[in-house]
């Protein structure tokens, strides 16, 4: 296996468990915080308070004396947290020790995945109970504290395999760089060398990617071009930052890239009867108010096209499986959302290729080490990773007719491999797969196919699909 794929396959690594953990208990610490203020507060009122010697004082107030009733009164609350906090982490189903071994600790939450504890996992588990419980007295801002360090070591990590961190040339150009974020410096290096990009053949304007160098995955420029002519860009390019230090940034330049197309075509799930012919795939099933619907794309029900008719509309007739199974009712295609549903006369025959669990946003953190599955028509299933998790120049997209229409905020998805030191990309869908829904390794979908060519298949993050037709998954 090369160093590449080796990278490729590591699981999610332990300091952005931590963080995720933190957040999570950062989270539970300000309910925890509340609930026991209200107590405090209205303890008064609720005599039964007075009858249990260890919170007689609690709704006493600390003015900053240092002497035995204050300790007393810290005590009782912090007493009183960590009673509040155990309940909570209870409820809540708060598994530190399980938490920091999965690669989402989320998914641990809410006792909502049927987790049955065997053995040691049962000790471990009545262990993490207690122990939650006591961190949630610490307080949310200690949480606070902690997350800001913990985001700062991130970012220090990332920065010792930057051969930049180590060409400062002095102790102040250091510090600066140290404390300097990468969003800021490849959106910097894009602006400041924009004439050398002018050149070339891009399909869209350099997106902020990540890719591999000296074994480590590092943050870069990408740009991804139409033909094999690199013209004036270079492997890597200066950027001079706020403090007049110019340091270099990496270039990964994607060659021979298809203008990405809508993904309609014949002989797949779903259509209108708008145009029968074509065809795309079905996402999932979804709850929107009192309808049960099918998600899938709005160019899909216009036939291929283009056209926005601004969501809710009257009743359609909808091919499934090339027989008629109810009507479209809505339709939506802008710059961020291209989105049909069809509601449904009867669903006991939907099967799922992949049962949905919880759906979820993506970040940075996914781009290149996050593995997902795209369940594409016929049942068929391919595997990738994300290369982008949120593109926000516009992307063209080519439809039918031959219109054009620019979306942005898409995530990019392709089969990453290697072959001599150099990375291929291999697109993971065809046409007939718009509408597909894409999978994280742990069966979370986070998007929605809506586009492809030959190197890499575009998506719209099903969070924000989801959002904005205020509907849920049905799984």
């Excluded at 296996?1 to 690594?13: G, P, R, T, V």
């Excluded at 039964?48 to 007689?56: A, F, G, T």
Aim: glycine content about 6%.
């Amino acid at each position: 296996m090369s160093i590449y794929h080796l990278a490729m396959s590591q699981k999610a690594d332990l300091l952005d468990s931590i963080i995720s953990v933190s957040m999570i208990l950062f989270i539970v610490s300000v309910i925890v915080e509340k609930f026991t203020q209200l107590i405090r507060k209205y303890s008064p009122f609720f005599p039964v308070h007075n009858r249990i010697p260890v919170w007689r004082n609690i709704s006493k107030k600390q003015v900053g004396r240092n002497d035995t009733v204050e300790k007393l009164i810290e005590r009782e609350v912090n007493s009183l947290s960590f009673v509040i906090g155990l309940v909570i982490a209870v409820v809540f189903r708060i598994d530190l020790f399980k938490m920091l071994s999965v690669d989402d600790p989320r998914l641990v939450l809410l006792w909502n995945d049927g987790l049955k504890y065997k053995g040691w996992d049962i000790v471990f588990f009545l262990l993490s109970l207690p122990l939650t419980a006591f961190f949630l007295t610490f307080g949310s801002k200690f949480f606070h504290d902690l997350l800001d360090t913990l985001m700062q070591v991130k970012n220090l990590k990332r920065k010792i395999v930057d051969p930049n961190t180590y060409n400062s040339e002095d102790i102040d150009h250091f510090d600066n760089y140290l404390k300097q974020g990468y969003d800021d410096m490849i959106d910097a290096a894009i602006s400041q060398n924009a004439e050398l990009f002018k050149g070339a053949s891009l399909l869209y304007p350099p997106i902020h990617g990540r890719m591999m160098q000296s074994g480590q995955l590092v943050d870069c420029i990408e740009v991804h071009l139409s033909d094999n002519d690199k013209g004036k860009i270079q492997e890597k390019v200066s950027v001079k930052l706020s403090d007049g230090r110019k340091v270099m940034i990496p270039v990964k330049v994607v060659m021979g890239v298809e203008a990405p197309k809508a993904l309609v075509g014949q002989g797949d799930q779903i259509a209108s009867s708008f145009s029968s012919d074509f065809a795309g795939s079905i996402c999932c099933r979804i709850r929107r108010g009192d309808k049960k619907e099918y998600l899938t794309c709005s160019h899909v029900f216009t036939g291929g096209n283009p056209i926005n008719y601004f969501g809710d509309i009257n009743d359609v007739p909808g091919i499934l499986n090339g027989v008629q199974k109810g009507n479209f009712d809505f339709s939506e295609l802008t710059s961020e959302l291209d989105v049909a549903l069809l509601r449904m006369d009867d669903d006991e025959d939907f099967v799922y290729q992949i049962n949905p669990q919880k759906e979820r946003d993506i970040t940075i953190h996914d781009i290149m080490t996050t593995s997902i599955r795209v369940c594409r028509r016929d049942g068929n299933i391919t595997e990738g990773r994300i290369t982008n998790n949120c593109v926000n120049n516009p992307i063209p997209i080519t439809y039918e007719n031959g219109k054009v229409k620019k979306m942005t905020k898409l995530m990019i998805l392709s089969d990453i491999g290697n072959e001599n030191d150099i990375d291929t990309y291999k697109t993971l869908t065809k046409p007939g797969d718009s509408g597909c829904c894409v999978y994280d390794s742990s069966d979370r979908p986070i998007g929605m196919i809506v586009a492809g060519n030959n190197r890499f298949s575009y998506a719209v993050p099903i969070v924000s699909i989801l959002k904005a037709i205020q509907s849920s998954i049905i799984t």
